[in-house]
């Protein structure tokens, strides 16, 4: 029954129609027990003795009354206790209300005021004491009773206002996990769009340089032979397959949702030299070398440096086509993994620059600044050069 009443008596939070159909019935039962109180005290206490400051049935009446003002008690509990304290000194039924109005404050405020309240009600006792002619008890034992009834709704009050201070914070940190936990997920997905993204760029830019560039060499090569022709147009037409059906992949990935979709495999260190063949079949003269120990780097890292070359050799095909490139990649397990391209800074004369968006080195460089290097480029005596230093751990 108790735990019944303090589930009442501590209702969830406001804004439902549970809520208020719970507010209703645990005034219902305040205006119960209150009433039940009084009355029990009606004729334990002076109210029937002869001499005593009311007859009986106004002093019923008076606690009946006070017992039903506690429908305003959520409203002003303070004031309606300030309001009924003072019936306490001629009325014993107005005991019982005056109990639950002590309670109701307890709940809502300071403890101060608390014990202030309980205080006064003590005193109204005293009073009551007074008015009485011939008092059946001791002042002692009224003075007792209101002290024990005072603690009791005053400390059982403080409780559920702690408690309820208690729960609320408990949904409020709930509420921030859950709103906290929706972020890192929606951090998670934009990460990872952002992340397809970069990889959209370096291979479709790879895939379109190339048809670009074969593109460029059939509109200035007007002598070319059938051979020559049909050669650049199955490598223009290879290329624009491949980059579609990137495209295609990629799309679909950010139409569907990136979470949850297995990765498909990503290429590494070991796919450079395909990387290097594909672009000296295209034309491009390549000198490339790697030293690096048989067991290379973990996956992440050799993505990183497979993005970065390419990027590296379609910057190159951009802005120097036909020009020589020099690739150098070493590095040592528990050092770091060295990435040097080198080109001239204009190649010959009677190709096409490839346009550029100007935004693949801002990208190589948010990309090794995740993997925790630093890239470095720049012109030195006609040659444009592009390094990377990524971190290998042991």
């Given amino acids: 029954m108790s735990a019944l009443l303090f589930a009442l008596l501590v209702p969830e939070p406001a804004g439902g129609s549970r809520s208020a159909r719970r507010d209703r019935l645990a005034d219902a039962i305040a205006i119960g027990l209150a009433c039940g109180y009084g009355a029990l005290?009606?004729?334990l206490g002076d109210a029937t003795a002869p001499g005593a400051a009311l007859p009986w049935p106004v002093d019923v009446g008076i606690g009946t009354l006070c017992a039903f003002a506690l429908a305003v008690r959520r409203r002003w509990p303070l004031g309606l206790a300030l309001v009924l304290l003072p019936f306490g000194a001629v009325s014993v039924m107005a005991t019982g209300a005056i109990t639950v109005a002590l309670f109701t404050v307890a709940i809502r405020c300071r403890?101060?005021?608390?014990?202030?309240?309980?205080?006064?009600n003590v005193l109204t006792g005293v009073a009551y004491f007074l008015l009485q002619d011939?008092?059946?008890?001791?002042?002692?034992?009224?003075?007792?009773m209101r002290v024990v009834i005072s603690v009791a709704a005053a400390g059982w009050g403080l409780f559920v206002q702690a408690y309820r201070g208690l729960t609320r914070s408990l949904r409020e940190h709930a509420s921030r996990v859950e709103a906290d936990q929706h972020l890192r997920v929606e951090q998670a997905r934009l990460t990872e769009r952002a992340r397809i993204a970069r990889?959209?760029?370096?291979?479709l830019a790879h895939r379109m340089s190339l048809v670009s560039l074969h593109a460029g060499a059939l509109e200035v090569r007007t002598d070319a032979r059938p051979e020559e022709v049909a050669l650049a147009a199955g490598a223009i037409r290879a290329s624009a397959h491949e980059a579609l059906q990137e495209l295609r992949t990629v799309v679909g990935v950010l139409r569907e949702g990136a979470a949850g979709r297995p990765e498909p495999p990503q290429p590494g260190l070991a796919d450079l030299p395909d990387l290097v063949e594909s672009g000296r079949a295209t034309g491009m003269t390549i000198h490339y070398s790697c030293r690096v120990?048989?067991?290379?780097?973990?996956?992440v890292l050799g993505r990183t440096a497979?993005?970065?070359?390419?990027e590296g050799l379609t910057?190159?095909?951009?802005?120097?086509p036909g020009a020589a490139v020099e690739v150098q990649v070493a590095g040592t397990a528990g050092e770091e993994l060295r990435i040097t391209i080198t080109n001239p800074c204009a190649g010959p004369s009677g190709r096409p620059v490839i346009p550029g968006a100007g935004m693949g080195l801002v990208g190589l460089g948010e990309r090794v600044a995740l993997a925790g290097g630093r890239v470095e480029y720049g012109v030195d005596r006609d040659t444009f050069r592009l390094?990377?230093?990524l971190p290998w751990s042991a």
Wanted: net charge positive; proline share 12%.
């Fill in 111 to 120: 403890a101060r005021v608390v014990f202030l309240l309980g205080a006064v």
């Fill in 315 to 320: 910057n190159a095909r951009k802005h120097a």
């Fill in 293 to 299: 120990p048989p067991v290379g780097p973990s996956m």
């Fill in 41 to 43: 005290m009606v004729p």
């Fill in 387 to 389: 390094r990377a230093w």
């Fill in 306 to 310: 497979y993005r970065f070359v390419q």
């Fill in 199 to 203: 990889e959209m760029h370096d291979v």
């Fill in 134 to 144: 011939h008092p059946t008890y001791p002042l002692w034992v009224d003075v007792v």
